[in-house]
């Protein structure tokens, strides 16, 4: 079935590079997109989130990006650092589909010091 | 910050026991989510409840395991009997927004399940 999925499952990256985590989804009926972070024995932590009626969207040194021609979503940690370690997941909504979330499989960044 | 408290945050049992997992969501959520981790993977729905009524449980197998939310607040997930592969963590998650309405979902730290 359709599903959200992840390039890379591992990403290295030194301190204080700008860090890219991409997800290619391939529902398009999806309009609702999260990126959460989990760091090891917690629970997924919200970071950032952007609706299909959008192509970017900014917070505090993140930014996600929405390219729906391609069905392709991205999540930028700008000056990346040790605390960003972690598994980061895209979660996507599928419209009407009443508020269920559907992962991707994680992608795990790994901050170089 | 409020947050979801779950409980146990770790629970081993031996395989044909019973064991029950908790969640308080964040007070005034009514929308109320269970969901499965297996290690390396992204979590997956087990079971949404808006206010005390399942919303969809069509991932849940129902032959082993049940959950309610009786009131409407905290829930209870349940597996009779436990299998070698229901080790996993179990997340539960809560929503201010009702069904229908995107908004994030504010994730507990789970209970992490071992079956011997």
């Known amino acids: 079935g359709e599903s959200v999925g992840l390039h890379l499952p591992t990403l290295s990256v030194q301190e204080g590079d700008n860090s890219i985590i991409n997800c290619a989804y391939s529902?398009?009926?999806?309009?609702?997109f999260i990126w959460y972070k989990q760091e090891s024995g917690k629970g997924p932590q919200f970071i950032i989130d952007?609706?299909?009626?959008?192509d970017k969207r900014q917070g505090q040194r993140v930014t996600v990006l929405l390219n729906k021609t391609v069905k392709h979503l991205s999540l930028q940690i700008a000056a990346t650092q040790p605390g960003d370690s972690a598994v980061y997941f895209c979660?996507?909504?599928?419209?009407?589909?009443?508020?269920?979330?559907?992962f991707g499989g994680g992608t795990r960044l790994m901050v170089k010091p | 910050e409020a947050e979801v408290a779950q409980s146990p945050r770790y629970k081993i049992t031996e395989k044909s026991q019973a064991v029950a997992f908790w969640c308080d969501p964040i007070?005034?959520?009514?929308?109320l989510y269970w969901y499965r981790q297996i290690l390396g993977q992204g979590p997956e729905l087990l079971v949404q409840?808006?206010?005390?009524?399942?919303?969809?449980d069509s991932q849940l197998p129902k032959d082993r395991f049940s959950a309610e939310r009786l009131k409407g607040v905290d829930s209870t997930l349940k597996i009779q009997p436990a299998e070698l592969g229901d080790s996993a963590m179990y997340l539960c998650?809560?929503?201010?927004?009702?069904?229908?309405?995107?908004?994030?979902?504010?994730f507990g730290n789970g209970t992490r399940l071992t079956v011997t």
């Open positions: 998650a809560s929503s201010l927004a009702p069904q229908g309405r995107n908004s994030p979902l504010h």
């Open positions: 529902n398009s009926a999806s309009d609702y």
């Open positions: 952007i609706r299909s009626n959008m």
């Open positions: 979660a996507e909504n599928i419209r009407n589909a009443g508020n269920m979330l559907t």
């Open positions: 007070s005034g959520h009514a929308t």
């Open positions: 409840f808006q206010d005390e009524s399942v919303v969809d």
